[in-house]
T-cell receptor, first 112, second 110 residues
Framework: NAGVTQTPKFQVLKTGQSMTLQCAQD?????MYWYRQDPGMGLRLIYY???????DKGEVPNGYNVSRLNKREFSLRLESAAPSQTSVYFC???????????FGQGTRLTVV | AQSVTQLGSHVSVSEGALVLLRCNYS??????LFWYVQYPNQGLQLLLK??????LVKGINGFEAEFKKSETSFHLTKPSAHMSDAAEYFC????????FGGGTRLMVKP
């Protein structure tokens, strides 16, 4: 019972490099989310997808792009990484109505 | 914009003492509300959720929260803290966008 799987778990990038964070869920959820977690700031929503084929900006979308590849997968891309994007990134998925979100284990990204 | 405010970024209690973590939300209608816990180097896991069925919600590990519409609050409590409760706690408000508060780090002293 995998739930939400994120890859990679750790990554170090140089400024200007690009990378894609992968997320997959096996719970047949419609909604998927990408958050970043920084000390003292809680979780801030980057992008979310309410259903396959739709994506919407969250609180902090600048510097990121997303793709909802299918119902299972939601990827986050950094086109040109900056030190300000050093953070822990979490993917989550959620069913309909008042159901709770399920989280992956996170990706710790450092941009040097 | 809808928001969630957690009062107190750090809370310290003695083992056996009452735990009270505060959460206030801004919303024109009663929202879905959640409390999550995060242990070091892990993802978030659900403690409890409010979905309008009952104002007092019981969760895992002895935690509970009371929804008070008049105060727009959803504070988390536990009668007696254990050392294992030391973690970071997040209040969240759900709609299409799931919005989190800034988190409260709970420290439990022996």
């Amino acid at each position: 019972n995998a739930g939400v799987t994120q890859t990679p778990k750790f990554q170090v990038l140089k400024t200007g490099q690009s990378m894609t964070l992968q997320c997959a869920q096996d719970m047949n959820h419609n909604s998927m989310y990408w958050y970043r977690q920084d000390p003292g700031m809680g979780l801030r929503l980057i992008y979310y997808s309410a259903s396959e084929g739709t994506t919407d900006k969250g609180e902090v979308p600048n510097g990121y792009n997303v793709s909802r590849l299918n119902k299972r997968e939601f990827s986050l891309r950094l086109e040109s990484a900056a030190p300000s994007q050093t953070s822990v990134y979490f993917c989550a998925s959620r069913g309909t109505g008042g159901t709770e979100a399920f989280f992956g284990q996170g990706t710790r990204l450092t941009v040097v | 914009a809808q928001s969630v405010t957690q009062l107190g970024s750090h809370v310290s209690v003695s083992e056996g003492a009452l735990v009270l973590l505060r959460c206030n939300y801004s919303s024109s209608v009663p929202p879905y509300l959640f409390w999550y816990v995060q242990y070091p180097n892990q993802g978030l896991q659900l403690l409890l959720k409010y979905t309008s069925a009952a104002t007092l919600v019981k969760g895992i590990n002895g935690f509970e929260a009371e929804f008070k519409k008049s105060e727009t609050s959803f504070h988390l409590t536990k009668p007696s803290a254990h050392m294992s409760d030391a973690a970071e706690y997040f209040c969240a408000r759900g709609g299409n966008m799931l919005t989190f508060g800034g988190g409260t780090r709970l420290m439990v002293k022996p």
